[in-house]
């Protein structure tokens, strides 16, 4: 609901705010006073498109704000979740243009654009006036307003075609795949078979490095091993000597008092660990293949494993592991054509189940429209469009415009003339009668709408009488669901009005002039609803016609 708007600045309008009610709420005055503007200003607080025109002469800016307070989980409230911004039970919408065109949008203080301020303002606030008008115009509500007449959920469509879209992507991403293995087939089996052949093992190629390092230095090995053996084998084995120069020692031992004891341990010692030595060297000498052609077939199994791994583009120790992927991809690429045709049996069955949802939602919308129809059609001949019909269009969309919503397509259209085809009702109806038409409509789906606040810019517009009665009735039994604000020359209305605000011209004192509003009192409302009966010369008899206005309003 709107609670109040806050206008500085806007042409005629230097400084104005308004407090809201709900209910139905009139505003009058002579024409050319300033109504417009209002509406302009709320409009600039809902998103409109701006103009540096608006801004009051000599002011350096305009600035508009609108106070909502936020119905239980409004849409409004689940887009400012979406946007991360703050959330409260009362929403702010500024919008602030200066002298030289530019304009910023604010949200609870924070700023947004223009574009979020228009979404957000187009949940709260519908205006229906002869130029303009936001909501039911526009085609792409219809569905979604025909759905909340009907109380129809579809829920159940959505999540079907959500099904049948993931089953599409699958088997699309399943053919492409089966498609890149089968361009690829030959690459496969080729690789796998030359992998198969060359068996590689993690930690083959460290290993034969330091073959080839050993092969590579062999001579130099052997002759090294050589110098050794010989070293420990010529004149005497090394072994003999220490022995021997041991048992020399242990036979005078005992007169030495215990001085040449760590002499015969260290020579016992040396004797063990030459002997452990030569026979150590005679093993590795005998285990070492230093032939050269061990060397070609060493060298040869290392060159062959890093070329295959260049050719993979993997580290030789992942060797063994790409032979097992491919060769996975080529286990898959055989049972492929089985797993796709599972897929697109999938698929298919996905798409039934959506259609069959889509077609029981379209069932339903059909047997709704006979009600709307009729219900809107009933409403028509006392707003004066006794001519005029109704109906709405359901068509079936073209499958490349199927969605969540099913696949209906859904408008609604009116023919203001017998003879004539209907159409679109922002191209058929005028002005006055476009409002008639919003206001029957409005009041037929007035407990499913999510918008809170109407409102109509002269929908009375060439009717008077028991016509202009009826919409004011019609008015009142909207605004029994939603607040209702009116622009309104025609006394009957303004008579059904709540509260009434009175829009007049006045002298700033310094040469121009300046718009006020006023909230009447009871005596005051009377005086003006006098005046729009008998125009400038206020009779007893205006006055009199008023008071029987206004106590019809009550009855």
């Known amino acids: 609901m709107l609670l109040g708007l806050s206008i500085r600045d806007v042409v005629l309008i230097d400084r104005l705010d308004i407090a809201f009610q709900s209910g139905l709420s009139v505003l009058t005055g002579e024409t050319g006073a300033g109504k417009s503007i209002l509406l302009d200003s709320l409009g600039l607080a809902l998103g409109a498109r701006s103009e540096s025109g608006l801004v009051r002469p000599g002011a350096a800016q305009l600035s508009v704000t609108a106070e909502f307070l936020l119905p239980p989980d409004h849409p409004a409230g689940r887009l400012l979740a979406e946007q991360a911004l ?25 700023p947004v654009s223009v574009a979020l301020l228009r979404r957000l303002g187009d949940s709260l606030v519908e205006i229906h006036g002869q130029f303009e008008s936001h909501g039911l115009l526009d085609p792409a509500t219809h569905r979604t307003v025909l759905d909340a007449f009907a109380d129809l959920d579809p829920a159940p469509a959505a999540a079907a075609w959500q099904a049948w879209r993931a089953a ?10 089966l498609a890149k293995a089968r361009s690829e087939e030959d690459f496969l089996r080729h690789a796998v078979e030359e992998l198969n052949l060359l068996d590689p093992r993690p930690g083959e190629e460290a290993a034969l490095s330091a073959q080839r390092s050993i092969l590579m230095h062999g001579e130099q090995l052997i002759e090294g091993m050589n110098a050794a053996l010989q070293a420990l084998t010529a004149k005497g084995e090394v072994e003999t000597a220490l022995q021997s120069a041991g048992r020399a020692l242990q036979r005078v031992a005992d007169k030495a008092e215990g001085r040449l004891d760590p002499v015969i341990a260290a020579l016992d010692r040396a004797a063990i660990e030459t002997a452990e030595a030569r026979n150590l060297l005679e093993k590795v000498s005998s285990s070492l293949d230093l032939d050269p052609a061990a060397l070609n077939t060493v060298e040869e199994r290392l060159f062959a494993l890093r070329a295959a791994a260049r050719r993979h583009a993997v580290e030789v120790d992942a060797l063994a592991a790409r032979r097992d992927a491919l060769a996975e991809e080529l286990r898959a690429l055989d049972a492929g054509g089985d797993g796709v045709t599972r897929l697109a049996a999938a698929e298919k069955a996905a798409r039934t189940a959506y259609t069959e949802a889509a077609a029981a939602l379209s069932r339903a919308r059909h047997a709704a429209v006979r009600r709307l129809d009729q219900g809107v059609a009933a409403e ?19 499958e490349e415009q199927w969605g969540e919503a099913g696949i209906d397509g859904v408008a609604f259209e009116v023919a203001t003339n017998p003879g004539l085809p209907p159409g679109p009702l922002a191209k058929i109806a005028s002005g006055g009668e476009l409002a008639r038409f919003m206001l029957a409509l409005k009041v037929v789906l007035a407990r499913t709408s999510p918008v809170p606040s109407i409102v109509f810019d002269e929908v009375d517009s060439g009717i008077g009488g028991a016509v ?17 604000l009116v622009v309104t020359h025609s006394p009957q209305v303004a008579a059904r009005g709540i509260h009434h605000w009175h829009v007049a011209k006045r002298e700033d004192g310094n040469g121009g002039t300046i718009t006020r509003v006023a909230a009447l009192t009871a005596a005051e409302r009377r005086e003006e609803i006098a005046r729009m009966l008998a125009g400038a010369q206020v009779t007893d008899q205006a006055r009199a016609a008023a008071d029987s206005l206004l106590a019809a309003a009550l009855a």
């Open 468 to 484: 202009a009665a009826a919409v004011g009735e019609r008015l009142v039994r909207l605004a029994g669901d939603l607040q209702v």
């Open 380 to 398: 028509l001949p006392p707003l004066k469009l006794e001519k005029a019909s109704f109906r709405t269009r359901i068509e079936t969309l073209p």
């Open 86 to 110: 703050a959330t409260a039970d009362s929403l702010m919408l500024r919008r602030i243009v200066g002298a030289d065109g530019r304009s910023r949008a604010f949200v609870n203080d924070q």
């Open 168 to 177: 599409i992507a699958g088997h699309r991403a399943a053919e492409a795949t």
